[in-house]
């Protein structure tokens, strides 16, 4: 019975995520132009058999299903591919033409019950993506920046907190609860888990600007990479 125009707001997420997706996946399988100096994509990081010793394939293919996983699997993308993609629902109080409701109880929706530990994961390749942003600050040995050692910590700091916005994280800290003072270590869960908190009030917005900078910084190794364009040394 909604007369608006709801479905405008499928349109960004279709187009965002659409082109995201179509990207990722082109620059995943073409293997080349991800590392320049000390600039390394988080594409393809950590890197993986560069030389190809026993891998034939791209790099990135060899780590692709973590953040993938964290990213498919993570609370907000569910709401938002299912209506952008699926219909299911196409939005609020909008029908979605299905009878019978299973909700994540099947295959393959019930892998997204694995977003918790695809959080576990998505924590260890942050202290891979934080030693690249350092690394970045070095070249031949030498203590510098470029424009590059900027965008690879900008976005390293947009992934930290999107992972730290994570609704799992926030429940695991204390959004489980119904008593801090009557758990051990009272005191400071509670201050953790009122800080997450205030980070997942804002995680819908986390989680696209991590994802728009992400694919930009590996837009900016690449064009470096290739030559298409010269990295700007500021100190």
Known sequence: MRRDAWWLELLPVIVLLGAFGIYATLRAFEGTYYEWGPYLSPF????????????????????????????????YYRKAYYRAFFLDPPACAVSEGVKRYRGETA???????????????????LIFLWH???????????MGVGVGTLVLLFNVILLTVYALSCHSLRHLSG???????CVTFAAPRHTAWRWLSILNERHMLYAWISLITVGL??????????????????L
């Open 175 to 181: 959004g489980k609860l119904d008593c801090f003072s």
């Open 44 to 75: 393809y990081s950590p890197l993986i058999d560069p030389r190809h010793r026993w891998w034939p394939f791209s790099p990135a293919l060899l780590i692709l299903i973590w953040p993938l996983g964290f990213r498919v699997t993570c609370y």
């Open 107 to 125: 295959f393959p929706f019930v892998l997204q019950n694995l977003h918790r530990y695809f959080l576990y994961v998505a924590f260890v390749f």
């Open 217 to 234: 910084t590996d837009l900016y190794v690449r064009l470096v990479a290739s030559g298409a364009v010269r990295d700007l040394r500021l």
């Open 132 to 142: 690249d942003a350092f690394h970045a600050f070095f070249f031949d040995g030498r």
